[in-house]
């Protein structure tokens, strides 16, 4: 029963943690005809040149693999529990949790790639 | 000796969506779990979009980018702006009340029944507040934006 208050306990830190990093890329992203107005003109974010330019430095790359590792632990941690609400059983529960963490794994390594690989570009 | 078996404590996928006689918070549950899940489905596109886009160099990614520039992603991606403004903001007031803080003291389960959440309803509502204001924010970038 321990493990799983250290999940939630992690699922609150997390949350902190996407609600400063996920904030940041939102505010730059969406906000980009708003901050102006606050004398932040950054552009066309979206463009080739800006982003490749993000992409060459290691603290956006930084930002981007820490951000995709605290939402994968996040999204999927929720995901379990929405699922495990559905069923009571010891196998399905261990079965639904390895699927979740084996996915998680393999997302985290596909997406970490192309931050990092761009840096060296 | 006849043994009574308990009746599982569950709805299923009923209790997903069920509220029964709970009030506001149960139904702000709901739209957590909605936004939640939404945010989770758009992560695994963006993911594609800026993984396999982004390596293949400049002519790939403004054709994606061009690609996803049609309304009907523009207000996609509306939708997921407003599904984060509402998932960070109830999350921020699950924290604070995981946490014992926006809530009256607890009292016996006496009549008249109180819960403890009722009694600081107007902190819930400021949140609420919050969230349409950040909607409303975002929705003028999207239309100043050009759809």
């Known amino acids: 029963m321990k493990r799983y208050t250290y999940l939630w306990l992690w699922q609150l830190i997390t949350g902190v943690l996407i609600a400063v990093l996920l904030g940041i890329h939102m505010v730059m992203q969406h906000l980009d005809k708003i901050l102006p107005f606050f004398g932040v003109d950054l552009g066309d974010p979206t463009s080739w040149n800006s982003m490749i330019e993000r992409s060459g430095q290691a603290i956006w790359a930084g930002v981007y693999v820490a951000l995709l590792a605290v939402l994968l632990y996040h999204g999927l941690n929720g995901l379990r529990n929405v699922i495990l609400e559905l069923t009571t059983s010891p196998q399905t529960e261990r079965a639904v949790t390895w699927t979740i963490v084996v996915t998680g794994i393999l997302i985290f390594l596909w997406a970490s790639y192309v931050p990092i690989a761009l840096l060296y570009r | ?147």
Not at chain 2, 4 to 29: C, D, M, T, V
Not at chain 2, 50 to 65: D, L, S
Not at chain 2, 69 to 79: C, Q
């Open chain 2, 1 to 147: 000796m006849k043994v009574i078996q308990p009746r599982p404590n569950q709805l299923g996928i009923i209790g997903w969506f069920y509220a029964g006689n709970y009030k506001l918070e149960r139904y702000l549950y709901i739209l957590h779990r909605v936004t939640g899940l939404g945010i989770l489905l758009f992560l695994v596109f963006h993911l594609t979009a800026t993984t396999f886009f982004r390596i293949q160099g400049e002519e790939v990614w403004n054709a994606a980018m061009g690609f996803l520039s049609n309304p009907l992603f523009k207000a996609g991606e509306y939708l997921v702006a407003a599904a984060f403004a509402i998932h960070m903001l109830n999350g921020f007031r699950l924290i604070l009340q995981e946490l014992g803080f926006l809530m009256a003291k607890p009292v016996p389960p006496i009549y008249p029944f109180s819960d403890s959440l009722r009694k600081k309803r107007r902190w819930t509502m400021a949140f609420i507040g919050v969230i349409v204001l950040l909607c409303v924010i975002f929705f003028y970038d999207f239309i100043i934006g050009g759809w």
